[in-house]
């Protein structure tokens, strides 16, 4: 079975610094990756998803992310963080075909990201 | 617009009662899903469906059940077997199951246990 893993469950930032949010699966054979993002009172919404090809991906409102396939990574970075990005984040992964998991999206424990302005 | 509506917003349920959480969806998806959100454990699946009238168990289906009569609609019944069920209730759709199929989610129901 898949899982998923966030590093860390609060992180508090000032407006303008960097971020990064980790998050590592288990899962050893091909994947497809998520973030999504909860902002207060919303409903979760997509950031941005890896499938193939390039291992860095765009997403909305500047954020980005990096598939480390060695690592079993898949971090979320935005260089200058707003007030407006205070949300939980959600690192999720599904199997494309066949075994045990699939269809299954196994998401991690979610990350609260507070930043002060 | 397109989306998914889950209602109530907000449920109580006495002991040992059943209740069910409704969830529609207008987007033309054939999957529907089924989660629960507990505080500093993400979203954990409870049931899917592939398509109308067939379903599947998700990690912690015990204690819940589901139907998909119609494509639109996915409704989840919390019943009395289930100890534990006061959480955040979410209910997703894709156009498939698995692969590159991004997930859309409604805006969830908060159950609680009068």
């Known amino acids: 079975a898949q899982s998923v893993s966030q590093h860390n469950h609060h992180v508090i930032l000032s407006e303008a610094a960097s971020l990064e949010l980790g998050c590592n699966y288990s899962y050893g054979g091909t994947v497809n990756l998520f973030w999504y993002v909860q902002y207060p009172g919303q409903h979760l919404q997509l950031l941005l998803k890896?499938?193939?090809?390039?291992?860095l991906v765009k997403g909305i409102k500047g954020f980005e992310a990096e598939f480390i396939k060695s690592k079993f990574s898949f971090n979320l970075r935005k260089p200058s963080v707003q007030w407006s990005d205070t949300a939980e984040y959600f690192c999720?992964?599904?199997?494309?075909?066949?075994?045990?998991?699939?269809?299954?999206?196994?998401f991690g424990q979610g990350t609260i990201l507070t930043v002060h302005p | 617009d397109g989306g998914i509506t889950q209602s109530p917003k907000y449920l109580f349920r006495k002991e040992g009662q059943n209740v069910t959480l409704s969830c529609e969806q207008n987007l033309n998806h054939d999957a529907m899903y089924w989660y629960r959100q507990d505080p500093g454990q993400g979203l954990r699946l409870i049931y899917y469906s592939q398509i109308v009238n067939d379903f599947q168990k998700g990690d912690i289906a015990e204690g819940y059940s589901v139907s998909r009569e119609k494509k639109e609609s996915f409704p989840l019944t919390v019943t009395s077997a289930q100890k534990n069920p006061t959480a955040f209730y979410l209910c997703?759709?894709?156009?498939?199951?698995?692969?590159?199929?991004?997930?859309?989610f409604g805006d969830g129901t908060r159950l609680s246990i009068l």
């Open positions: 890896y499938f193939s090809g390039d291992p």
């Open positions: 997703a759709s894709s156009f498939a199951v698995g692969g590159d199929q991004p997930q859309h």
């Open positions: 999720a992964v599904n199997s494309p075909a066949g075994g045990t998991s699939y269809g299954k999206l196994t």
